[in-house]
């Protein structure tokens, strides 16, 4: 089994900065893809950024250039936001693919993250 647990959301001004972790517990063996979603009030859950196991990234155009996602070799998640807007409040959370799940550029949010942490919340005020 596996679990996520993110952590580092708050509530910041527009213009700030906020780094996000998640961290994985259970089986965390194999290549697979990771990401960052996030969901505002009253619209669908969208992919921000995903992390192949090659280390290959895909950032939704929204973030371009304010986010970035990294991992460690304890397989940490991470979340560098800055510049941040109010259209970036939303719960954010981190997802693993199946094991062998290769996200390619796809943000989607298919059945194949099967794993998905409780979300940490981030607002962000004008």
């Known amino acids: 089994q596996v679990q996520l647990v993110e952590s580092g959301g708050g509530s910041v001004q527009a213009g700030g900065s906020l780094r996000l972790s998640c961290v994985p517990s259970?089986?965390?063996?194999?290549?697979?893809?990771m990401g960052w979603f996030r969901q505002a009030p009253g619209k669908e859950r969208e992919g921000v950024v995903v992390i192949d196991s090659d280390g290959s990234t895909t950032y939704a155009d929204s973030v371009k250039g304010r986010f970035t996602i990294s991992k460690d070799n304890t397989k940490i998640l991470y979340l560098q936001m800055n510049s941040l807007k109010p259209e970036d409040t939303a719960m954010y959370y981190c997802a693993r693919g199946r094991t062998g799940y290769a996200c390619g550029t796809s943000l989607r949010v298919r059945a194949d993250f099967l794993y998905w942490g409780q979300g940490t919340e981030v607002t962000v005020s004008s």
């Open positions: 259970g089986d965390t063996y194999g290549r697979y893809c």
